[in-house]
DNA sequence: GAAGCGATATGACAGCTGTCATGTGCGACA
DNA sequence: TGTCGCACATGACAGCTGTCATATCGCTTC
C-alpha cells in the first residue's frame, strides 16, 4: 500500500484530488494539508510515501518542502502537481530535490501511475515539459532580479534606488544590462519575458 | 435528477470534478468539455440543466458561454468555478448572466450545494466575495484598456501608436487618463492596478 | 439652435529611461 | 604579483514618457 498526503492550497481541487485518489485501491490516503507548514507538521506525524504538492502556498512553497526533506533526510518523496509551465519552474524544482514535476493539464490517469514511479524510487516528469527542462540558463544575476521585479511593479528609478540604497544610475546600468540579455527593448518587455521564462 | 455538464481545460481538475459529481446521488453528469466551442456543441446535444465551467478557456470563456445561452434562449444555466477573485471578474460575470459564481478555494461541498441551488432557479455567489460585488466602478474606457494591455507587453508608445493607427501623441495622452484615474505614477503601475482589479 | 459633454486627436515641454563610456574595488587564479 | 573577470557605481546624451493646453466632432439636453 502506497501512503499518499496532499498539499494543496485550492480546497475544491485539495478534495478533489482526494476523490481521484480513493479510486485507486493501491494507494491510501494518511493526510490533507492547505498550506506548507501543515504539510509538514503532518509528515514528520504520518511519514507518507509521497506528498502531491502545488508549488505555491501560503506558509511553505512545495520546492522549500522538498529542500526540507533532503535536509531533515526523510523519505518521504515530493510529486509537485501545478499549472505553471515555465521551463525556470521545473528547473529550479529539480534544483530543489523533487522526484516528480506533473501539470494539471495532464490526464488524472497520470496522477495515479506517477504517485507509483515515484514511490517505486523512479522520477517523473510531464512529457509536455520533458524536452525542456535544460531549455535556457537564468542569465540574470540576483540584483538584476530583484530590480527587475520592482520595476515590474511600478516604481520608477528613483524610487528603486530609494528602496535598494543604490544610485539612480546604477538602478538604470542593472536594468539595461537585465534589458539587453533578455532581448527585450525596455524594462517592462524584461520582465514581462522573464517572467514568462520563470526566471523572476 | 438535476443534468450536469462540465467545461474546463485543465484536464486533472476536470476528471477531479468529475469524481466529485459522481459521489451525488441526485446530480447526473451528461459531458465534459476541455474548451468552450467543444462546451457549445456538447449542451446542444445534451441540453444540460447546469454547466460548470471555468472562466478562461481556449476556444471561448465561460462568460462568453453564459452571454450565448441567453442570446440561444436556453435553460441551461452557467455556473463559473475559477481562481479569479479579482472584484472586476465577478462583475462582469454577473453582467453576462452567470447563475453562480463560485472559487476554486472554497469548500467541495459548496460544489454540490451550488449546482442545486442553480438547477432550482436560484443564483449562487461564493460569500468571500459577495461584499465585492459591486465595489468600484472600472473607470476605464475601452480604449484606454486596449492601450494599456499593449503598454503591459512591453511596447512603447510609438509601438503602440502603429499597431492602432493613432498618433504617438494620443497614445500617450489616453495612457495618461488611465494612469491618472487610476491614481498610479506610471503605465507600468497602473497596468498592474488595473489587472489586480479585474478591469484588464 | 445653443450649450454642454465626452471621445478623439495633437503638440510642447520638463523629467525619466535606455545606452554607453568610464572608473573603482574585490576575489580568483595562474 | 599581476591581470582577469565581475559586481558596483556614475555621468552624459538622445529619445521616450507624463503632463497639460488646446481643438474638433458627434451626441444629448434644454
Not at 498550506?35 to 504520518?46: C, T, V
Not at 516528469?125 to 530590480?147: C, F, G, N, T, V
Not at 511593479?153 to 539612480?168: K, Q, V
Amino acid at each position: 500500500m502506497i501512503r499518499v498526503m496532499i498539499a494543496e492550497d485550492q480546497a475544491l481541487l485539495r478534495e478533489a484530488l482526494t476523490a481521484l485518489i480513493g479510486l485507486e485501491t493501491d494507494i491510501e490516503l494518511v493526510g490533507a494539508a492547505a498550506d506548507g507548514e501543515e504539510a509538514h507538521r503532518l509528515i514528520r506525524q504520518h511519514e507518507p510515501d509521497v506528498v502531491l504538492t502545488d508549488i505555491e502556498m501560503p506558509g511553505m512553497t512545495g520546492l522549500e518542502l522538498a529542500a526540507l526533506m533532503k535536509r531533515e533526510q526523510r523519505k518521504t518523496r515530493i510529486l509537485i502537481v501545478t499549472t505553471f509551465d515555465r521551463p525556470g519552474y521545473l528547473r529550479r524544482a529539480l534544483e530543489s530535490g523533487v522526484a516528480g514535476y506533473l501539470l494539471k493539464d495532464g490526464p488524472s490517469t497520470a496522477l495515479a501511475e506517477a504517485v507509483r514511479k515515484v514511490a517505486a524510487g523512479e522520477r517523473v516528469i510531464s512529457p509536455e515539459l520533458a524536452h525542456q527542462a535544460w531549455s535556457e540558463d537564468d542569465p540574470l544575476s540576483d540584483r538584476e532580479r530583484k530590480l527587475l521585479r520592482l520595476a515590474e511593479a511600478g516604481l520608477d528609478s528613483g524610487a528603486i534606488a530609494e528602496e535598494t540604497g543604490l544610485a539612480r544610475g546604477t538602478v538604470r546600468n542593472y536594468l539595461h544590462a537585465a534589458i539587453s540579455k533578455l532581448g527585450a527593448g525596455n524594462r517592462i518587455e524584461a520582465a514581462r519575458l522573464a517572467r514568462e521564462k520563470g526566471w523572476l
